[in-house]
């Protein structure tokens, strides 16, 4: 999410800043051709990037309550579909 | 019975016969699968954008018209931080001893060549995107997503006449999906193969089924027969997603020593553990899990820790052939797969087992 060149496009979404929320994480498996899944649980910054054409966007968790144990990351990058909001739930 | 119980709505809008997708990362099962009258959806998670494109091809020029569709595994999260770099010098000691005892415990051979990780992807979402716009621009029948949202490519694949699949492990994801609009969901239980979710199968199904409105559901996870298929039907599915079924059967690529393991299992043989990647995956039992499910192993590493340390045994055991060594993902209905079929015979005996079980559950008039 560091490739502002490669079609990253940064902003801020004040509407999202300091809200709780969930994530219903994960990826591909470095190593594997599986999908594995991650839940983290922290605050929105507001900040996102939207990937791409059409638009893929992904909001900037911190302040992490919950994360797999021995997440190596103090933040994550969460896909807008897959954040659900404490309040909403 | 006068409706044909196995004609549903997935079979009106993919134009197939049969409500069987078959899960597979080899072609040639997919195409076998598909000119049986089912319907294949190619794994490509692990394939260059080149590759993928070649493949739809491939696939294009043996199927005659016939739908099938593509997976990618789109991420849902990406660490802010660390490279694959900086994670792999930040592996305890205490779990590079007990890697290492286990190498020398089972005689494990080293790979052939070093396992890099660095060509299997999986830190961003940057190899996701370039492998979708291949989808795109290929306008592939079906695109499915293994983890996370397809909801942003929607437009994009519709104006190309492309459905979508969704597949989901919460009931919550199915909702903002079906929200979003996404053309059909995978409703995935616990009892699958590889990285699965909580629920199981039996309860998630019809926890999706009852939101899911006229969106058609899939079941997956431990579906390997026709009465698997009959009974995710009356939960409300109108289609089966299967993957374990499909690794020993005639067509597959999968080593002919995997293929004999896998034919003589039962579910007891599979393990759901977090020790090949640090995140659970439900996969054939082996030294390596046996070993990592001991009161005396250290901790399980996270992703991608784990997976850095156990590269190394699976590899070498892929290359030289160790079949005492060797595992594979497979699901909890592994215990079915008892003969090496052609994929095509697969699908018909699975048809003809789920229409008896509907017979015997309504008792057919016409047998009366």
Redesign the interface.
Known sequence: MKNEAGGMRPGFDAAMAGKRAECDGGGLVAGTRFAGRQEFTGTLTGDYYDAGDPPWRWYLLRDLTSKPEGFPADAVWCESESIFLVEQR | MTKDPLHTRLCDMLGIEYPIIAFT?CKDVAVSVINSGAFAVL?E??HTPEEIAADISWIRERVDGRPFGVDL??????????S?DQ?MT?IPQEQRDYEQMIKRKYDVPDPKEG?D?HQ??????????AQL?VLLDERVPVIAS????P???L??AHERGIKVFGLV??T??AK??LE?GVDVIIAQGYDAA??T?AMGTFSIVADVAAIAGDTPIIAAGGVTTGRHLAAALCLGASGVWTGTLWLACRESDVDMIVKEKLLAATADDTSYSTC??????RVLKCPWTEEWAKPEAP?V?????Q??L??DY?QGSNDHRRGDLMTE?AGQGVGFVTEMKPARQIVFDMVEEALTAFEEITGDPDDE
């Open positions: 990362h794994g998670a692990m595994v789109l991420p849902a999260s990406v660490p802010a931080e660390a694959l994670l930040k396992v990780l299997w992807g999986g830190l961003n979402q940057a190899l996701g995107r716009e293994g983890l996370g949202s909801a942003f490519l437009d994009a492990g919460k919550r994801q903002r999906q979003a590889g990285h979710g090949i990647s640090g995140m659970t995956m901790p590493l996270p992703p991608p820790y997976m850095l156990s590269s699976i993902a």
